[in-house]
């Protein structure tokens, strides 16, 4: 597939941290982990410069259930310890109807503030 210019996306959901050396082996240019199961913190020294993270963004308890402030927080940390030009950063959020439109405003205001930020 990279001979042919694919870019492999590798989807997963829950804890996968124990395994995410084997996935990260498998190939893909780019690996889909949940924040919350998995900790920004271990992502962070499993991942970041050695594969593109797409992050999902917690939809069951911060988008609905969170406080703005807390999304910007999560956001800018998430930003700032997973950003970086070697591997990349993706985001990804998904609102569905439980989710509050303050915690959509923030959500979409702090990934437009933080969008360059990365260490």
């Known amino acids: 597939m990279r001979d042919r210019g694919v870019r492999p996306y590798f989807h997963t959901d829950g804890h996968v941290m124990e395994v995410v050396e084997d996935l990260i082996e498998a190939g893909p240019s780019i690996l889909n982990i949940q924040d919350v199961v998995n900790?920004?913190?271990n992502i962070e020294t499993e991942c970041k410069g050695r594969i593109c993270i797409s992050l999902d963004i917690d939809r069951q308890r911060l988008m609905p259930f969170g406080r703005p402030d807390e999304i910007r927080d999560h956001i800018k940390k998430a930003i700032?310890?997973?950003?970086?030009?070697?591997?990349?950063?993706?985001?990804?959020a998904g609102i569905y109807p439980d989710a509050r439109l303050e915690n959509v405003e923030a959500l979409c205001q702090a990934m437009e503030e933080y969008m360059n930020y990365y260490i």
């Open 39 to 41: 900790v920004i913190d």
């Open 80 to 92: 700032l310890k997973l950003g970086s030009k070697k591997g990349g950063l993706m985001l990804g």
